[in-house]
């Protein structure tokens, strides 16, 4: 997924930092040198890697060492002061400032794509215009790209695929024709929603750059969208450069972030241009789209979930019942307890949703779930999805609605008992000290006769109900810790 080792190297510095004793300058120093070095090997470029440091530093020794206030501060405390100042900090090289743009229902919207041949930019136009397209924009494809052979196919088998109507021509060679043509026709026809495809080039060239600027004089476009290619490292931000001194785009469309892409480069292009990203590519199908918003996708980025995207998912398929997800969302988000019930209510709306490889990243603990379930393939997981909920129907309501452990007893051996005993006269030997509380000796279970019932009844085995239920316990802890997580990101919107 995005960027998941830079989330896996900032989670382990922030671990490593509430292990210290004392949360000093050192401290910071150390843990900011693990999250910088984490951000170069990103391709993240040097100045702004620096900038971070620096201003992290400065921002965190300050609230740290001045001032009576900083005296009283308990050492929980001023982690979270650390930690929040990085996360704020890693918004911010994101989150340019500028609202992105939003087409606006019942008038036409132009949005041009620029972008080097081979960066995803035909694939985009149509992915976008498929995202508009299903959230009830009249939306349509128009292809200028008169230079490259092929591009004219391209865009209109992947408009037939998403079945939206195009334009475009075999003989017109004049690009600025096609497009302005194009766009005249479908503002007739009162469409919402107009995307113009534009050539590319393999090189940033004068060429290039000239038909792009005379596109965009002829149509006017309301947004000028660059595709930029996750995969080509600290590139990304001179080509970035060029193109907004030429064609002056207003957004970002970042593609091939599913791939080994570091993503680094395109974190510099938007701090180079002072552009936001608007929409991520994550894979070659029309719906692998997502909308990129900064605070969710450093959240994700460190595994703290993205609920926000996920419910932009759930709008998409209009779920049956969207106030009951809702719901749900908010108690994984404030840890509440998680029964049997509740974690088959997920996994057959993570059924109904789609490739699961792509949103189980966003819902927090089930990405590590599926990681185990089916090692990222879709079929595998999705069957194993399916046994899990056939495992789940074989339950009473009682069952259900509990945290698992009926379908547990202890194995007490004779060895057991004995050590059992043995313990429980230490503790009285050592008197009062643990008054009330019974010394602990780790009992093995078994599964009892209604996990057989439950294997029976739904034609799997005692031994994948057993499963089962160590994956519902695994994802039960994890849903509480996010409630940690999550009290503690909103501490850290809120100010520590
Ligand atoms: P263009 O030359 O810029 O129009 O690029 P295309 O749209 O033809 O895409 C080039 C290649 O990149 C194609 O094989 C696409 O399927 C692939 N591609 C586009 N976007 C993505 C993405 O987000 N992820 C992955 N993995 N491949 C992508």
Redesign the pocket.
């Known amino acids: 997924m995005v960027l998941n080792d830079l989330g896996k190297r900032i989670n382990a510095a922030f671990s490593e930092l509430s292990r210290v004793p004392v949360v000093d300058d050192a401290a910071v120093d150390a843990l900011l040198k693990n999250v910088c070095a984490a951000l170069l090997e990103s391709d993240v470029n040097v100045r702004l890697v620096q900038g971070l440091r620096n201003n992290v530093r400065s921002n965190v020794k300050e609230q740290l060492n001045d001032g009576e206030k900083a005296s009283r501060l308990s050492e929980g405390q001023r982690r979270n002061i650390v930690q929040k100042a990085v996360f704020d900090h890693l918004v911010q090289l994101i989150d340019p400032g500028v609202e992105p743009f939003k087409p606006k229902k019942g008038k036409p919207n132009v949005i041009m794509f620029v ?1 080097l ?8 136009c149509t992915k976008l215009a498929n995202y508009y397209n299903k959230r009830g924009f009249k939306t349509g494809l128009v292809c200028a790209d008169t230079f490259r052979a092929g591009a004219f196919d ?1 865009l209109k088998q992947n408009a037939a695929k998403v079945n939206l109507p195009f334009y475009g021509s075999h003989t017109e060679t004049d690009p600025v024709a096609i497009a302005a043509a194009g766009v005249a026709s479908f503002k007739q026809a009162k469409f919402e929603v107009i995307i113009v495809d534009t050539s ?1 080039r393999h090189k940033q060239e004068g060429e290039l750059f000239r038909e792009m600027v005379e596109i965009g004089e002829a149509v006017e476009p309301d947004q000028t969208i660059m ?1 930029l290619d996750a995969s080509i490292g600290q590139a990304a931000e001179g080509q970035s450069r060029a193109f907004k001194e030429a064609a002056g785009y207003g957004g970002i469309f970042v ?5 080994h892409a570091k993503g680094g480069g395109a974190i510099s292009a938007v701090a180079a241009t002072k552009t936001p990203i608007l929409f991520i ?4 199908h029309m719906t ?1 789209i997502e909308v990129f918003r900064p605070q969710p996708f450093i959240s994700r980025m460190l595994g703290m979930g993205d609920i926000s995207g996920l419910m932009d998912k759930v709008q998409e398929v209009e779920m049956a019942n969207p106030e009951r997800q809702q719901e749900m969302l908010k108690k994984i988000e404030e840890g509440g307890t998680f029964s049997i019930r509740d974690w088959r209510e997920q996994l057959g709306n993570i059924m109904s949703m789609g490739p699961l490889s792509k949103l189980a990243g966003m819902i927090p603990g089930v990405g590590q779930m599926l990681a185990g379930a089916g090692g990222g393939n879709d079929e595998e997981s999705g069957n194993k999805m399916k046994r899990m909920i056939y495992i789940t129907d074989s339950m009473t309501r009682e069952e259900l609605d509990s945290v698992g452990s009926l379908f547990f007893a202890p194995v007490k051996t004779k060895a057991i008992r004995a050590e059992q005993e043995k313990q429980l006269a230490l503790h009285e030997a050592e008197g009062s000290k643990k008054e009330g509380k019974k010394p602990k000796v780790k009992v093995p279970v078994r599964m009892t006769a209604r996990a057989r019932r439950v294997a029976k009844g739904s034609g799997t085995s005692v031994r994948e109900v057993e499963e089962f239920l160590m994956q519902y316990r695994m994802v039960s802890r994890m849903v509480k810790s996010m409630g940690g997580k999550a009290g503690w990101m909103k501490k850290m919107q809120g100010g520590a």
């Open positions: 972008g041949q081979g960066s995803g930019k035909t694939t985009s391209q590319g595709v593609t091939k972030l599913d791939g590519g994550l894979g070659e692998d």
